[in-house]
């Protein structure tokens, strides 16, 4: 009994595809494949034209901007205040010295025991 209602809820009418555009004819079809060719030219100038370049403007910026930034570093460290709660170290890092992370730096972190 339970099959049968089952199949009686479910049952569509077979040749129709449910969810798919049967709108679409060859004329159609021709238009979207010249529509998508003109969309991908275009996208493709702007990557090669714009995308590209700018990128290469805003990558020098960036990297003369921290030129001068560890230029201003080296000569003027930041200052070390020693604060109890920084630099607590119970047990040693598994890696290197044991006494700095993995991401220390000289140039911006400075060495409390220096």
């Known amino acids: 009994m339970f099959r049968i209602a089952q199949l009686t809820r479910t049952a569509a009418p077979r040749g129709i595809r449910s969810y798919s555009s049967g709108l679409y004819n060859k004329a159609d079809y021709e238009a979207s494949k010249e529509h998508a ?46 604060y109890p709660y920084l630099h ?12 700095h992370t993995p991401f220390w730096n000289p140039l911006t972190n400075p060495d409390p025991e220096e």
């Open 88 to 99: 607590v170290r119970r047990t040693k890092f598994p890696y290197g010295d044991g006494k």
């Open 37 to 82: 060719k003109t969309a991908v030219e275009t996208w493709r100038k702007i990557s090669l034209f714009v995308a590209i370049p700018a990128c290469a403007i805003f990558g020098y910026i960036a990297t003369k901007d921290e030129f001068e930034h560890i230029h201003h570093l080296e000569h003027d460290p930041p200052q070390f205040v020693g």
